[in-house]
């Protein structure tokens, strides 16, 4: 199947590794190019290198919680390929800890980097996106039913989720998409912390994985050929949704 992804190109913020880079991986594949972004300047170097260099990747050093990270994004889109048909918008996850025991700090710069800097980023990308542009929020399971332990997650990511249908609703008679993508348990750095972090991180995975119904974690690359299709023009008529990536963890109909 085509999805028609040759000569496009995209940006991906939090894409030096993990599901950012996995889906990043799978549109070079495919024929489209890329900006990536990270708050790390070798690691975002390193990851543009692996991709191919700058003849199908370019990486720069950003921080979503900065309001100017965008505008830079898509020029530097702009500049290094001549175009931009989207973007996959991810930021790190915020600390872990129940809603009640985290501080005022964290839930303020949660608030700053997770949510506004996610939304100001979807806003900018969306304005310069020509029509059959597409959008994808990396957000959670977390959206649908919370997670044990990450309160700020379970308190921000559901108001991502009803922001990114009301952009959908403004920007689709544009012909421009916006979709939210619902990773759940996948090995990325933050879920093997997430699963150190118990102490027992071994136990941690089977006990994870005894609640989904593939019985395993997933691997970044089955989140990154979802994410790459949802992007690609073969999802045309798509949008407004979001779709877990998740095994099957996820229990609403």
Same mark, same amino acid.
């Given at each position: 199947m085509d999805l028609g992804l040759t000569d496009r190109v995209y940006v991906l913020t939090g894409a030096s590794r993990g599901l950012g880079y996995a889906t990043a991986q799978c549109l070079v594949a495919d024929g489209a190019r890329v900006v990536l972004s990270a708050r790390d300047s070798d690691a975002v170097a390193a990851?543009?290198? !692996?991709?191919?260099? %700058? *003849?199908?990747?370019?990486?720069?050093t950003g921080d979503l919680a900065d309001p100017e990270t965008p505008e830079q994004l898509v020029a530097?889109? !702009?500049?290094?390929?001549?175009?931009?048909?989207?973007?996959l918008i991810s930021v790190g996850g915020p600390p872990p800890g129940n809603a009640a025991a985290v501080t005022?700090?964290?839930w303020r710069l949660s608030f700053e980097t997770v949510f506004l800097g996610?939304? +100001?980023?979807?806003?900018?990308?969306?304005?310069?996106?020509p029509e059959g542009g597409a959008i994808g929020l990396v957000l959670s399971t977390s959206a649908r039913g919370p997670v044990p332990g990450l309160g700020i997650s379970n308190g921000l990511r559901p /108001?991502?989720?009803?922001?990114?249908? =009301?952009i959908a $609703? $403004? &920007?689709? @008679?544009?012909?421009?998409?916006?979709? /939210?993508?619902? @990773?759940?348990?996948?090995? #990325?750095?933050?879920?093997?912390?997430?699963? /150190?972090?118990?102490? =027992? @991180?071994?136990?941690? +995975?089977? *006990?994870?994985?005894?609640?989904? %119904?593939?019985?395993?974690?997933?691997?970044?690359?089955?989140?990154?050929?979802?994410?790459?299709?949802?992007?690609? %023009?073969?999802?045309? &008529?798509? #949008?407004?949704?979001?779709? %877990?990536? =998740?095994? /099957?963890?996820?229990?609403g109909l």
């Open positions: 990851a543009a290198k !692996q991709l191919g260099g %700058p *003849e199908h990747a370019v990486g720069l530097a889109a !702009q500049e290094h390929f001549g175009r931009l048909d989207g973007a005022d700090e964290q996610t939304i +100001r980023a979807v806003r900018t990308v969306a304005n310069a996106l /108001g991502l989720v009803g922001a990114a249908k =009301d $609703d $403004d &920007y689709g @008679p544009r012909g421009v998409r916006v979709v /939210g993508l619902l @990773p759940g348990r996948i090995m #990325t750095d933050r879920n093997r912390e997430l699963f /150190g972090a118990t102490g =027992d @991180p071994e136990r941690a +995975r089977a *006990e994870a994985e005894a609640g989904i %119904p593939l019985r395993r974690v997933g691997d970044p690359a089955e989140f990154g050929r979802v994410a790459a299709f949802v992007l690609s %023009p073969a999802a045309s &008529y798509l #949008t407004g949704i979001t779709l %877990p990536v =998740d095994g /099957g963890a996820l229990r």
